[in-house]
């Protein structure tokens, strides 16, 4: 019976151990978010834009990357601006990424806070979702058919830690389906070229991404 009971230790722990092994490799490759509250302070060095153009996010001097839902596009640009000193409350989904849901400029003690997007307000994104197929960006008035090549100066990311885009040499967004960035094997320091549709505006180009060095 002892016998018995051994085999069967033996064999659950044989079965946890590629388990434990597979979700330890997961961390380390950065596909899992800590998903911790977090309250930080910085300096705003450069908005960033969804491929329609709407002011998404931007980059702290410190190299933190802030994610801000596209519905507060118009308030964060108003009461933010580049080189402002920030303070602000939200998820941290990884050591260099933040989704805000508070923020507020040290200077003016103005207060953005993200409570849902209004009725009328910038949706940011193509139609499509879960229920149907999304929109091609051909379709979108928006979005043009552009280019970009140069160096790249910074990786972005999503919240499971893919690289989901980059900023160029010169200063331009490109946003790439995460699986060609994994093929591409982007780094920074490596030269680009991509093709798709983007926009244009006071702050700054970006590039929806549909081929990348050639490949799509």
């Known amino acids: 019976?002892?016998?018995?009971?051994?085999?069967?230790?033996?064999?659950?722990?044989?079965?946890?151990?590629?388990?434990?092994?597979?979700?330890?490799?997961?961390h380390a490759a950065g596909l899992f978010s800590s998903e911790e509250s977090v309250s930080l302070k910085g300096t705003v060095e450069r908005f960033l834009l969804n491929p329609e153009g709407i002011v998404d996010g931007f980059l702290l001097s410190d190299g933190t990357q802030v994610n801000v839902p596209p519905h507060l596009a118009d308030a964060l640009t108003t009461t933010v601006a580049k080189g402002d000193a920030i303070s602000l409350k939200g998820i941290r989904h990884s050591k260099t990424l933040v989704k805000a849901d508070v923020?507020?400029?040290?200077?003016?003690?103005a207060v953005v806070k993200d409570e849902g997007p209004t009725k009328g307000g910038p949706k940011g994104g193509p139609k499509?979702?879960?229920?149907?197929?999304?929109?091609?960006?051909?379709?979108?008035?928006?979005?043009?058919?552009?280019t970009a090549a140069g160096k790249v100066q910074r990786l972005l990311t999503g919240p499971r830690g893919e690289i989901n885009g980059a900023i160029l040499a010169d200063e331009t967004i490109v946003r790439i389906p995460p699986h060609l960035a994994e093929k591409q094997k982007l780094e920074v320091g490596k030269e680009l070229t991509a093709s798709g549709f983007g926009t244009q505006n006071n702050f700054g180009r970006v590039v929806q991404v549909t081929k990348l060095n050639g490949a799509e």
């Not at 230790?9 to 092994?21: G, M, R």
């Not at 091609?136 to 058919?145: A, K, L, Q």
């Open 103 to 109: 923020i507020t400029n040290d200077k003016s003690q």
């Open 128 to 146: 499509g979702g879960p229920k149907g197929p999304k929109a091609s960006p051909r379709d979108n008035p928006s979005m043009t058919e552009m």
């Open 1 to 26: 019976m002892q016998k018995k009971n051994k085999m069967k230790i033996i064999a659950l722990i044989a079965l946890a151990i590629p388990v434990t092994a597979g979700t330890s490799l997961a």
